[in-house]
Structures are given as structure tokens and as C-alpha cells.
């Protein structure tokens, strides 16, 4: 595609509820991240796929959060029993190469309430 | 250990230059990246720097120093529209951003 495309853009869940986020990287782009987004603050890493080898998962607050890319393409981040302090925006990025920069998606806002 | 430093908020006035700077401390380096982020947007992207130097595109450049651990995103003729969020990230392997800083632009 174009760009980088993540869905829902918008998402409310009840606390307790389990979510999926789904993000489609621009087409031959090796790499792919996920990123937290606090009002006002910086994208926060939370995992990393160089094809489908998640190679560092170091930001994933709890077990609760996965991420998946298992053909190297698309990639899910799923939470499990959502929580209030998992509202925020949920920013994908891909890039063509290690050495490249990376281009986000228009993120997915989760409201948990 | 990885850190990103930024100021946090930042003022100019319109039609002047504006200097953001960002140090950094991370395991590893292959390249320091700045980008931009209106409120309620994604970030776009607005320079790479991998070699030490200045590195210039229209109105915006930005200079590396990798042994300073220092860089810095000049805007020059400033303009309302510019008003946002810088982002200062760095790539070893993953991106990490620093918190960002916000730009206000005054009439």
C-alpha cells in the first residue's frame, strides 16, 4: 500500500476486555514497531519484527500485551483484560531497511473504560 | 542503558530560527532521526543523520555530533503551521524517541 495502515483508528473497550490492533506496514518493509503514546509524551518502544523474528520485545509492559507477524507482512498487538492505564495511542512504524527511518500508521486510540 | 534528552517546551516567534537540541545515551547507533508531530497525528518524518555534520533541507536542518552525543534540528523563517512536537529518536537496532518538545509559535 501507500503508507502504513493500522485498525480500528478508534477503539473503547470495557476493562477486562481483550483487543486486537492490527497494523499493515508499507509493502517490502523489512522492519516493524509498536509503539505506546501517552497524551503529551513521546512514543514509547514496545516491540520490534524484522520479517516475521520478533527480535525485542523489551517494552511490552505485561504478559497481558502480544504481538504477532507471522507471513512478515501484517502484524497484530493484542492486550488481554484490558486496563484503564492501556488507554493511549497505539503507533505502528515500518521501515525498508535497519539503517532506514521508519514511517508511522495514523495509530489507534484505545479508551478503556 | 538508553536515554533521549530534550527540552520539554520551547517559544519563538514567527519568521524567526529556532535551535531544538537532544543528547543522547544508547547502547548502540545507526542514525539519529528527528520528526514532527501536530496534535493528534502521526509523526512524519523530517531528517536522518547517521555521519557527523549538518544536514540541510529547505527550511529545517539538523547537525550531529556521535562523539557529543549531540544533536540539534534547526528551523529557520519560522512559520504558525510549525507549530508541534519534535521528536529526537535514535536507532540501534529499534527507534526510541525521546519525550518530545513542544514548539510554540508566536505571532
Known amino acids: 500500500g501507500a503508507g502504513v495502515s493500522q485498525s480500528p483508528r478508534y477503539k473503547v473497550a470495557k476493562r477486562g476486555q481483550d483487543v486486537a490492533l492490527r497494523c499493515d506496514p508499507i509493502?517490502?518493509?523489512?522492519?516493524l514497531f509498536w509503539y505506546q503514546q501517552a497524551l503529551g509524551q513521546g512514543p514509547e518502544f514496545l516491540t520490534y519484527?524484522?520479517?516475521?523474528?520478533?527480535?525485542?520485545k523489551s517494552g511490552l509492559p505485561s504478559d497481558r500485551f502480544f504481538a504477532e507477524r507471522p507471513e512478515g507482512s501484517v502484524s497484530t498487538l493484542k492486550i488481554q483484560r484490558t486496563q484503564q492505564e492501556d488507554s493511549a495511542v497505539y503507533l505502528c512504524?515500518?521501515?525498508?531497511?535497519?539503517?532506514?527511518?521508519?514511517?508511522f500508521g495514523q495509530g489507534t486510540r484505545l479508551t478503556v473504560v | 542503558g538508553q536515554n533521549i534528552d530534550q527540552p520539554t517546551e520551547m517559544t519563538a516567534t514567527e519568521g524567526a530560527i529556532v535551535q531544538i537540541n537532544c543528547t543522547y545515551q544508547?547502547?548502540?547507533?545507526?542514525?539519529l532521526f528527528w520528526y514532527q508531530q501536530h496534535a493528534g497525528e502521526a509523526p512524519t518524518f523530517l531528517s536522518y543523520n547517521v555521519l557527523d555534520g549538518l544536514e540541510e533541507k529547505g527550511r529545517f536542518s539538523s547537525f550531529l555530533s556521535r562523539s557529543k552525543g549531540y544533536s540539534y534540528l534547526l528551523l529557520k523563517e519560522l512559520q504558525m503551521k510549525d507549530s508541534a512536537s519534535y521528536l529526537c529518536a535514535v536507532r540501534d537496532d529499534k527507534i526510541i524517541f525521546g519525550k518530545g518538545t513542544r514548539l510554540h509559535i508566536l505571532p
Open positions: 512504524a515500518s521501515s525498508l531497511a535497519r539503517t532506514a527511518e521508519a514511517f
Open positions: 544508547t547502547s548502540g547507533f545507526n542514525g
Open positions: 509493502s517490502g518493509h523489512v522492519s
Open positions: 519484527f524484522q520479517n516475521e523474528a520478533q527480535l525485542d
